[in-house]
């Protein structure tokens, strides 16, 4: 069972997923296939997955694995599913001929290559070979990389920009020609804007109000959502859709409100109107915000919170809204009335519901040490984390109703030179 498996994604310039690099918690061997006794560079099926769940972290995009030298001389590298896997080399100095033997053999057999971390300068028969070189650009000068850029571009290699930790890097990588860009730089506050939130936007934060009170008004809900046609709308598709799968049509708020109940209401409602106030914005932080949700909701009854089932939800849900509306969180949270003890963790305040969502984001980073300290602290076990995450992207997945084509506008894989 491939229990410790996180992603990161790597974004193309219109913010859109075009991969995920996964990350294990114990190695490579977490994530590669096991090495059966055939010979190296035996052929693989390409439909098989790594291990189980690899479906759902991927979601149909290409999964960046890191290969080790062994992984890729021994055959292991090549069991991966070409067709969904682009090969990670951590360059070396200098290949020698085993490795470039290797390669080119993977490189034949139908794999993208990528060189992570590449300081090169482009002459090596290395970057000959590779598809996609993964430049840091916190680490190079800008016109060393300018260079690298102008010599392979016109060879077909793609280039993504790694480490990216503030918007304005991405915005200057944008603008030196990077095809893709990887780092947390998506999910970090950016400067606050100085504007209200716009009209349209409001009526969705008002939703969200009536929503976040311990006691909904559903005639306050209706009286909101009505004035906006395109939220009505969204949320009875939603409700309609196949997930539910009702007997009889959902036609209103208070139908859905007897049909579903008060906590389950409230959810969908907060998760709806989530997910209109990040249209216009990268489609992986309303991702995000679902799976946290589910994490945390997940989590609740195993951490003492079996009847707050739909305030752990809204803890995961909202841990971003800050990002999403560029405002600081005190000040969006001024306008929720959150439970006390949600909104303080959401500011950061120490409570047993701040060690949820840090385990949560702790999980979905790949800081496994930190994470699993959490857990601890807790009461829970390394592996029902896993569990849970695999099953909180699951259920993201879903959700296809609130979901638009997120790779439709995103590049072609590169060519395979």
Known sequence: MHRFIARQPVLDRSENVYGYELFSRTGEAEILPP?????????????????EGFANLVEGSLAFINCSRAALLS????????????IEIT?????????????????????????????????????ELANIIKLDVSASADRTQWLLMRKLRPKGVAFVAQNLQKRAQFQAALQQGYNYFQGPFYIRPQPYSPYDVTPTKLVYLLVLRAVTRPEIDMQEIAETIKHDLALSYKLLRFLNSAR?????????????????????????????????LGEGGPPILVKMALIRAAFCEFLAP???GAKRESDYFFLGLLSSIDVLLRRPMRVVLAELPMT???????????????DVLQTVIGYEQGNWEE??????KLGLKDETLGELYMRALGWSRELNPLEKKEHAESPPAPALA
């Not at 055959?75 to 682009?86: K, T």
């Not at 070396?92 to 085993?98: K, L, Q, S, Y």
């Not at 390669?103 to 002459?123: I, T």
């Not at 994470?371 to 601890?376: E, G, R, T, Y």
């Open 91 to 127: 360059s070396p100095r200098e290949a020698d001929e085993e490795l470039l033997t290797a390669c080119r053999g993977l490189k034949d057999a139908g794999f993208p290559l990528a060189l992570e971390n590449y300081e090169g300068s482009g002459e090596d028969p290395l970057a």
């Open 340 to 354: 006390a003890d949600v909104g303080a963790a959401l500011v950061g305040e120490q409570n047993p519901l701040r």
């Open 371 to 376: 994470c699993f300290q959490l857990a601890n």
């Open 244 to 276: 539910f799968a009702f007997h009889s049509r959902i036609t209103s708020v208070r139908h859905a409100l007897l049909m579903l109940g008060q906590n389950e209401i409230r959810k969908w409602i907060g998760l709806i109107s989530l997910a209109a």
């Open 75 to 86: 055959g292991q590298a090549a069991r991966l599913p070409r067709d969904q896997v682009v």
């Open 35 to 51: 090495l059966e006794s055939e010979a190296p560079g035996a052929k693989a099926d390409p439909d098989a997955v790594p291990f």
């Open 302 to 304: 195993l951490v003492g």
